[in-house]
């Protein structure tokens, strides 16, 4: 018997590799259990679209191995071409054929894995009526609104039952209103498939809604992983820490504090020791015009650096004298009060009970 721990030993995708683009190294290595769906994020040539095509088989890597449910689909000795992989991709801009039908689309890999086209378009039918695009099939691509071709490329993707899916910025060709909508169907689809997911995102919300599990590349190597939750609120890096709009100093434990990098020493809640980050929201900085004593708080003198709208609030972007940058959300209300303008000399106070530390 299978038990749950074993699955966990045994991940459905084991890829560990390395692969070199002109200057741009990307050296990796990710797994995912059946039934998970796993997020890639990072900035931009962060390596997210390099390990996608690593994993369909459209890039070959230096060194390093890929298995999908033991088989072997790259090493030193063996290469798998893509329409040999159990993988399914589905690209940003979907790239459905324009000449061929939806059917035929979705009959299309089917077709070049050996299937006679009756199988092949019966099999394609069944795989658009599950998700809820049956009555597209006579259509031609052009005729298709973003969430259809989305669709149509989900079902072509998954109609050869592929044990890995992958999925490159599946929301991006989508405009806000639709996105919504889709993104909660694709989630439906996720969770209804057996195999592992990857899937590439920028958007913080749609990783969070989508993924099990987050994979944070920079510069070509993961620096974080966890589950959505983890991630935004121990973020470890600057990039993640933007991501999931905290603030995050790094610095050393002593006692009581931590002692940052500008040598400036910051009261936490509770005793700690050695490397250390300290973690706040934006909306836990309140801001000053004369300075406040007598407060169990953080205090320091700030220039105001930004200022932006975001959702109802204000983000204040600040930076300290001894060049501690942080952010502050206050309400369009306190920017007025305060009289706000860029450049500005203000007070920052945190309380130290915001303040979340975890070591380094
Ligand atoms: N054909 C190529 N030849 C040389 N370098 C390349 C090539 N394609 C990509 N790169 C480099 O590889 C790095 C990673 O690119 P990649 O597209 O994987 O990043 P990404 O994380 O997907 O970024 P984005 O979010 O912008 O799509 C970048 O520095 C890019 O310049």
């Avoid at 683009?21 to 997210?48: C, I, M, W, Y």
């Avoid at 989900?154 to 996105?179: F, G, K, M, V």
């Amino acid at each position: 018997m299978v038990t749950a721990r074993d699955q966990a030993l045994n991940p459905l995708l084991v890829a560990d590799f390395q692969v070199r683009r002109g200057d741009f190294d990307l050296e990796l290595q990710v797994t995912a259990e059946p039934g998970e769906v796993v997020a890639l994020v990072g900035p931009n040539g962060a390596g997210k679209t390099t390990t996608l095509r690593v994993l369909a088989g459209l890039l070959a890597p230096q060194r390093g191995s890929i298995l999908v449910d033991g088989q072997v689909l790259a090493d030193t000795r063996v290469w798998l071409p893509p329409y040999q992989r159990p993988v399914g991709v589905v690209f940003q801009d979907y790239l459905l054929f324009p000449h061929l039908t939806v059917l035929d689309n979705v009959a299309f890999g089917l077709r070049t894995r050996g299937l006679a086209r009756s199988v092949a378009r019966a099999r394609a039918a069944e795989w658009l009526a599950r998700m809820d695009a049956g009555d597209l099939a006579p259509l031609r691509p052009q005729q298709l609104s973003g969430g259809q071709a989305q669709r149509v490329a989900l079902a072509r993707s998954l109609a050869p039952e592929p044990r890995l899916l992958l999925l490159d910025e599946p929301l991006a060709a989508l405009d806000a209103r639709t996105r919504l909508l889709i993104r909660g169907e694709l989630r439906r689809h996720l969770a209804g498939f057996t195999g592992a997911t990857i899937v590439i995102t920028h958007d913080p919300t749609d990783a969070a809604v989508l993924a099990d599990r987050l994979v944070v590349i920079e510069n070509g190597r993961m620096v974080q992983t966890g589950t959505p939750q983890e991630v935004a609120r121990r973020p470890r890096t600057d990039y993640v820490a933007r991501l999931s709009g905290l603030n995050l100093l790094p610095g050393v434990g002593v006692d009581h504090g931590v002692r940052l990098a500008d040598g400036s020493l910051i009261t936490v809640p509770s005793p700690v020791a050695g490397p250390v980050f300290a973690a706040f929201r934006p909306s836990a900085v309140a801001l000053w015009r004369t300075r406040p004593d007598g407060s169990p708080r953080n205090v320091w003198s700030v220039v105001v650096r930004g200022l932006e709208p975001y959702g109802d609030s204000v983000r204040v972007e600040l930076e300290s004298a001894s060049d501690l940058s942080f952010v502050a959300e206050v309400t369009p209300a306190a920017v007025a009060d305060l009289g706000l303008t860029i450049g500005d000399r203000l007070w920052a106070t945190v309380k130290a009970s915001e303040i979340e530390v975890y070591p380094r």
